[in-house]
């Protein structure tokens, strides 16, 4: 796990966007972790996904002398997976928790996180016991997605079919996930697919204390389909089968009204019937092609070679005591393996 002659540094990473109201709880969690870990040393690397309310600055001033942070801003919102994606190239730790700045998850978390890291888990996914809005139809539908797409994509058995809300990722799985280059992506499953020892833990979320969920339906749907597209050929392989079945039905109808015809001696009489035959036909074939088109779409976008994320800055705020050997900060290479633009060297 880590060279037992150092203590293991692990790195908290926090995504935020407009979480100016959230900026001193986070920090105050921080300084929580750090008490009930002493035998740990911790930083804590903020993605400002391109907020407009100062929040990397505020987050800075409320450190204390003594907080190792690694602060980074994004020229732009890029979204949290990015950010997550930011974070987990950016953190030294020998393994990175993820947690979220609306303050939602108890410190105890921390500690069955670490309990897992050291029993050998090289991933820890937190699911929700109990979620801070536990009702509601976007609540249900959030859970039906996530069991339908834990039973259908390529992932092994470990992913949580109630869907992970944080996790723990051990050094060599950032290595593994900072090397692939997808950019329409769902981190949670990058983490999932690269296999390693995975296990699970459960906390009672709490609710937000400050500010709006900034995880709209649009962003939502829009991880609806970069799932399924980069880990599951199920809605390809559902477009083949209605299309066979459709065509059957249609050969069928058209034997069968040949023979009324051929018996009655009478042409059919059925042109409502066709109409809607082919408007419904007409609504799978386009429906086919659109779902194929989602794919077409993600695989030029990957083809384009645009960045993942654009980071304008990257502040270091103190250093570790020790840091993983692999997990040194180099902005060159950091602008190589994700593709990000920055305007500092290294800081």
Same mark, same amino acid.
């Given at each position: 796990?880590?060279d037992?002659?150092?203590?293991?540094?692990?790195?908290?990473?926090?995504?935020?966007?407009?979480e100016?109201?959230?900026?001193?709880?986070?920090?105050?969690?921080?300084?929580?972790i750090?008490?009930?870990?002493?035998?740990?040393? /911790? =930083?804590?690397?903020?993605?400002?996904?391109?907020?407009?309310?100062?929040t990397?600055?505020?987050f800075?001033?409320?450190?204390? =002398?003594?907080?190792v942070?690694?602060?980074?801003?994004?020229?732009?919102?890029?979204?949290?997976?990015?950010?997550?994606?930011?974070?987990f190239?950016?953190?030294?730790?020998?393994?990175?928790?993820?947690?979220?700045?609306?303050?939602?998850e108890?410190?105890? *978390?921390?500690?069955? /996180?670490? =309990?897992?890291?050291?029993?050998?888990?090289?991933?820890?996914?937190a699911?929700?016991?109990?979620?801070?809005?536990?009702?509601?139809?976007?609540n249900?539908?959030?859970?039906?997605?996530?069991?339908?797409?834990?039973?259908?994509?390529?992932?092994?058995?470990?992913f949580?079919? $109630?869907?992970?809300?944080q996790?723990?990722?051990?050094?060599?799985?950032?290595?593994?996930?900072?090397a692939?280059?997808?950019?329409?992506?769902?981190?949670l499953?990058? *983490?999932?697919?690269?296999?390693?020892?995975?296990?699970?833990?459960?906390?009672?979320?709490?609710?937000?204390?400050?500010?709006?969920?900034?995880?709209?339906?649009?962003?939502?749907?829009?991880?609806?389909?970069?799932?399924?597209? $980069?880990?599951?050929?199920?809605?390809?392989?559902l477009?083949?089968?209605?299309?066979?079945?459709?065509?059957a039905?249609?050969?069928?109808?058209?034997? *069968?009204?040949l023979?009324?015809?051929?018996?009655?001696?009478?042409?059919?009489?059925?042109?409502?019937?066709?109409?809607?035959?082919?408007?419904? *036909?007409?609504?799978?074939?386009?429906?086919?092609? @659109?779902?194929?088109?989602?794919?077409?779409?993600?695989? @030029?976008?990957?083809?384009?070679?645009?960045p993942?994320?654009?980071t304008?800055?990257?502040?270091?705020?103190?250093?570790?005591?020790?840091?993983?050997?692999?997990?040194?900060f180099d902005? =060159?290479?950091?602008?190589n393996?994700?593709?990000s633009?920055?305007?500092?060297?290294?800081?």
């Amino acid at each position: 796990m880590t060279d037992p002659a150092r203590r293991p540094l692990v790195s908290i990473i926090v995504p935020a966007y407009d979480e100016a109201p959230n900026v001193t709880g986070t920090v105050a969690l921080f300084h929580e972790i750090r008490r009930s870990q002493p035998d740990v040393d /911790f =930083e804590i690397v903020l993605i400002d996904d391109g907020s407009t309310d100062n929040t990397a600055d505020l987050f800075i001033a409320a450190l204390g =002398e003594d907080d190792v942070a690694r602060v980074a801003s994004f020229s732009r919102n890029f979204g949290s997976h990015a950010g997550l994606s930011a974070g987990f190239a950016l953190c030294r730790g020998d393994c990175a928790i993820t947690l979220s700045a609306d303050l939602q998850e108890p410190i105890d *978390v921390i500690d069955r /996180f670490l =309990e897992e890291w050291r029993a050998g888990h090289d991933i820890v996914w937190a699911i929700r016991a109990t979620r801070s809005v536990p009702k509601g139809i976007a609540n249900k539908l959030a859970l039906k997605f996530n069991d339908f797409f834990a039973k259908h994509a390529d992932l092994p058995s470990t992913f949580p079919k $109630e869907g992970p809300s944080q996790m723990l990722v051990g050094r060599p799985v950032l290595d593994v996930v900072n090397a692939m280059p997808e950019l329409n992506r769902n981190i949670l499953a990058l *983490v999932a697919w690269s296999g390693f020892r995975q296990t699970t833990v459960a906390f009672e979320q709490k609710p937000r204390l400050a500010n709006d969920s900034k995880w709209t339906t649009s962003k939502k749907i829009k991880l609806v389909f970069d799932s399924f597209v $980069e880990f599951s050929a199920m809605p390809v392989m559902l477009m083949l089968v209605l299309g066979t079945l459709f065509t059957a039905v249609g050969l069928l109808v058209a034997l *069968v009204m040949l023979v009324i015809a051929l018996v009655t001696l009478s042409a059919p009489s059925t042109l409502g019937l066709i109409i809607a035959a082919v408007l419904f *036909v007409g609504g799978v074939q386009i429906g086919c092609v @659109g779902m194929i088109g989602q794919y077409v779409y993600r695989a @030029g976008d990957d083809a384009r070679k645009r960045p993942l994320y654009v980071t304008r800055s990257v502040r270091d705020i103190n250093s570790p005591a020790s840091s993983a050997p692999s997990a040194s900060f180099d902005m =060159e290479a950091l602008a190589n393996l994700n593709g990000s633009r920055t305007a500092a060297g290294r800081s």
